[in-house]
T-cell receptor, first 112, second 114 residues
Framework: GENVEQHPSTLSVQEGDSAVIKCTYS??????FPWYKQELGKRPQLIID?????GEKKDQRIAVTLNKTAKHFSLHITETQPEDSAVYFC???????????FGTGTRLKVLA | GAVVSQHPSWVICKSGTSVKIECRSL??????MFWYRQFPKQSLMLMAT?????????EQGVEKDKFLINHASLTLSTLTVTSAHPEDSSFYIC??????????FGPGTRLTVL
């Protein structure tokens, strides 16, 4: 089955700096890769996603890149703000199954 | 956007009792729903896929007799934790898929077993 690894587990950056979180997946059949932000005790919130037919996607300060050959994808947050502090999860899914396998999570702290 | 609700939002029960958690899709139909468990400072672990009108599909290592899933209608799935023990204390989250592979998550249910 699919396995998703995520690094780093914790990340501290100064406000205004960039943050990068990386994930690798094992199943080449996976073709949908969402990123979620989760605050303590709350549901995960989708912040950006990418499909396997695209190499990069950007939404304001957030971008995701996908390397299908290497089976890894990354989340990039630029100009970080204190409100970006949260736990971020990547996930991998196969179209048609709707099943998500989540990465282990990254706790991001943005220091003011 | 699509909304998924869960009830209750939190529950405290005694060891050995059973607890039922409801997951509803409020403005769309869901033939499939998913149940996740999240322990403190850990990731969301998929427990099972709930299928309307048929048996749930459980992930490896999840006891189907302990975590009973019923998907009785196109908008409701229930998870019953039977004979709950303190190690079952966790955050349980359901989700329902959209048409483009996205998932709509419920707000979660925090279960504490004393």
């Amino acid at each position: 089955g699919e396995n998703v690894e995520q690094h780093p587990s914790t990340l501290s950056v100064q406000e205004g700096d960039s943050a990068v979180i990386k994930c690798t997946y094992s199943d080449s059949a996976s073709n949908y890769f969402p990123w979620y932000k989760q605050e303590l005790g709350k549901r995960p919130q989708l912040i950006i996603d990418i499909r396997s037919n695209v190499g990069e996607k950007k939404d304001q300060r957030i971008a995701v890149t996908l390397n299908k050959t290497a089976k890894h994808f990354s989340l990039h947050i630029t100009e970080t703000q204190p409100e970006d502090s949260a736990v971020y999860f990547c996930a991998a899914s196969m179209a048609g199954t709707y099943k998500y396998i989540f990465g282990t999570g990254t706790r991001l702290k943005v220091l003011a | 956007g699509a909304v998924v609700s869960q009830h209750p939002s939190w529950v405290i029960c005694k060891s050995g009792t059973s607890v039922k958690i409801e997951c509803r899709s409020l403005d769309f139909q869901a033939t499939t729903m998913f149940w996740y468990r999240q322990f403190p400072k850990q990731s969301l672990m998929l427990m099972a896929t709930s299928n309307e009108g048929s048996k749930a599909t459980y992930e490896q290592g999840v006891e189907k007799d302990k975590f009973l899933i019923n998907h009785a209608s196109l908008t409701l799935s229930t998870l019953t934790v039977t004979s709950a023990h303190p190690e079952d204390s966790s955050f349980y989250i359901c989700s329902a898929p959209g048409q483009a592979n996205e998932q709509f998550f419920g707000p979660g249910t925090r279960l504490t077993v004393l």
